[in-house]
């Protein structure tokens, strides 16, 4: 079982940055495939961005042009970088790790979430 654990989250001003950060551990495999998901209060838990161990990359069209997900493959780690930050980008963040066949991302292991608040 793979444990994921997220860092980076915090309160930001609207136009703002914030970078989040994912590291897995616990499996002698690295993940085929990590992703981020966010849930915002009474909504819907939501796939963001996921990355391949290749590098391939697919983002929701609301954080296309802002968000940036990469990976480094030696320390098993995952980053997104926010920026442009947007009021309704408020959510709590989860990190994932999963596989992509073709272009479906799903995965079973979670971290604890990441609070991210984007307000003035």
């Known amino acids: 079982q793979v444990q994921l654990v997220e860092s980076g989250g915090g309160l930001v001003q609207p136009g703002g940055s914030l970078r989040l950060s994912c590291t897995a551990s616990?499996?002698?495999?690295?993940?085929?495939?990590m992703a981020w998901y966010r849930q915002a209060p009474g909504k819907q838990r939501n796939l963001v961005a996921y990355?391949?161990?290749?590098?391939?990359?697919n983002y929701v069209d609301s954080v296309k042009g802002r968000f940036t997900i990469s990976r480094d493959n030696a320390k098993n780690t995952v980053y997104l970088q926010m920026n442009s930050l947007k009021p309704e980008d408020t959510a709590v963040y989860y990190c994932?790790?999963?596989?992509?066949?073709?272009?479906?991302?799903?995965?079973?292991?979670w971290g604890q979430g990441t609070q991210v608040t984007v307000s003035s």
């Open positions: 990355i391949t161990s290749g590098g391939r990359t």
């Open positions: 994932n790790a999963g596989r992509v066949a073709g272009s479906y991302y799903s995965g079973s292991s």
């Open positions: 616990g499996s002698i495999f690295s993940p085929d495939a």
